[in-house]
């Protein structure tokens, strides 16, 4: 089995702290072809930066909540014949999948007392 790489949508990041910031990264090359270095990057819905900080996807969260929320506001005022119990339905299902993906990536993990992980 093979797989066929399209190389135009590859990009290359370097996830670095603040204090190791690179300026000019070398050029990447793929079977000849340059591949774009980028600041931001959408890898399984989840927007990462150079830094690994949340801003960027809070910030298309936020967007994308704002938006649903504003579609679902007609039918979930007081005025509306709406029952309440539809309205929570579709906030559970419109509205708070959104906010909830990927979510247990931003909660760090403790440390064990032993000092380290166990793979």
């Not at 949508?9 to 603040?18: E, L, P």
């Not at 960027?56 to 005022?77: E, I, Y």
């Not at 993906?101 to 403790?110: M, Q």
Request: aromatic letters at 10%.
């Amino acid at each position: 089995m093979r797989i066929a790489i399209y190389v135009p949508n590859c990009t290359a990041i370097i996830f670095a702290s603040a204090e190791r910031l690179f300026l000019q990264p070398r050029p990447v090359t793929f079977i000849g072809e340059p591949i774009e270095w980028v600041d931001t990057i959408r890898y399984l819905g989840v927007t990462l930066d150079q830094g690994l900080t949340w801003s960027p996807d809070v910030d298309h969260v936020r967007k994308k909540t704002a938006q649903r929320m504003g579609l679902l506001r007609p039918l979930l005022n007081r005025k509306s014949d709406f029952s309440v119990r539809n309205g929570v339905l579709l906030y559970k299902q419109l509205t708070r999948p959104t906010l909830d993906y990927a979510a247990p990536l931003g909660i760090p993990l403790p440390v064990p007392r032993s000092g380290g992980y166990r793979c």
